[in-house]
C-alpha cells in the first residue's frame, strides 16, 4: 500500500500547515467498537493544539481562535485546542479523523466575520417609532399632576 505519512494526509486550513512538533497526540483504549481488541489496544486518540505558543498563527489568528465557540468547547485546562476520535477500530484511521476534526474546526474559526451592512430605516418604521413616541408622551402627560397657576 502507498500511504503518505500523517503530516501529508487530511485536510488543511486554509493557508495553514501545522508542523508536526505542535500538536501533541495522545492515545488510549477506546469504547465502542472492536470486539476483543477494544480492552487490548489503544485505538482512541486525542490531538492538542496549543495555539496560544504556536508560531504558524499570527497574533489576530490567536485572538479570533480564542473567542470562537468551537475552540472554547474543546479548550482543556491549559489552553490547548483538544479533538479526539474514537470512531474507527484502528488507531490509524481515528488518528486521521481527529486531524480532520482539528483542521475543521481551525477552518471555522478562522474564517473572518461577515461585515455588516447596516440598513437604513424606512420611512413607516420612522413614522411608527414617532407615533408610539407621542403616544407615551400623551399617556404620560395624563399622570402629570396639575399645577392651579398654569394656563393649561
Known amino acids: 500500500m502507498n500511504r503518505k505519512p500523517p503530516s501529508e494526509r487530511g485536510p488543511k486550513a486554509p493557508g495553514i500547515s ?3 512538533n505542535e500538536l501533541e497526540f495522545t492515545f488510549a483504549r477506546s469504547s465502542g467498537p472492536g470486539g476483543q481488541n477494544v480492552n487490548k489496544v ?12 504556536s508560531r504558524v498563527l499570527s497574533w489576530e489568528e490567536k485572538g479570533r ?3 470562537h465557540p468551537l475552540v472554547l468547547q474543546n479548550l482543556s485546562g491549559d489552553g490547548a485546542l483538544v479533538v479526539t476520535s474514537q470512531e474507527h477500530r484502528s488507531q490509524t484511521l481515528n488518528r486521521e479523523e481527529a486531524m480532520r476534526k482539528l483542521y475543521e474546526i481551525l477552518r471555522q474559526a478562522l474564517r473572518p466575520p461577515k461585515k455588516r451592512i447596516p440598513t437604513k430605516k424606512t420611512r413607516a418604521s420612522e413614522r411608527e417609532r414617532l407615533a408610539a413616541k407621542r403616544s407615551r408622551s400623551a399617556s404620560k402627560k395624563t399622570r402629570r399632576s396639575v399645577d392651579p397657576y398654569s394656563d393649561e
Not at 489503544?42 to 505558543?53: L, R
Open 18 to 20: 501545522i508542523p508536526d
Open 42 to 53: 489503544e485505538t482512541k486518540v486525542s490531538v492538542s493544539f496549543n495555539f496560544t505558543t
Open 65 to 67: 481562535l480564542g473567542r
